[in-house]
């Protein structure tokens, strides 16, 4: 597995939840660490995206209310979400791309909205 992801799970409407997200050694050259979302019956769709550099990308969605981190070593990405709402129930894929274009899916974690 070229990523580990965690954090996903069940919280209820207007709670939090922090994704977490460890690139493993095999990964070199990383530049950008992100993630996105697929809901059920929709396309995958950018939450948030951060590169090396600390410049930060956010989908419409996440604006507000999410906030991506790197740590200091940039291979693991974090993403805290606070004010879920029940729309942003999706599985989260954790997603690295490389200097040289390669990329990189993790497998998801789940998260569910609901009271």
Known sequence: QVQLESGGGLVQPGGS????CAASGS???????????????KERELVADITSGGSKIYGDSAKGRFTISRDNGRT????????????????????????????????????????
């Open 27 to 41: 990964i070199f050259k990383i530049n950008v660490m992100g993630w996105y979302r697929q809901a059920p019956g």
């Open 76 to 115: 693991t990405v974090y993403l805290q979400m606070n004010s879920l709402k029940p729309e942003d129930t999706a599985v989260y894929y954790c997603r690295i791309r490389t200097t040289g274009g390669m990329l990189y899916w993790g497998k998801g974690t789940l998260v569910t909205v609901s009271s």
């Open 17 to 20: 939840l922090r994704l977490s």
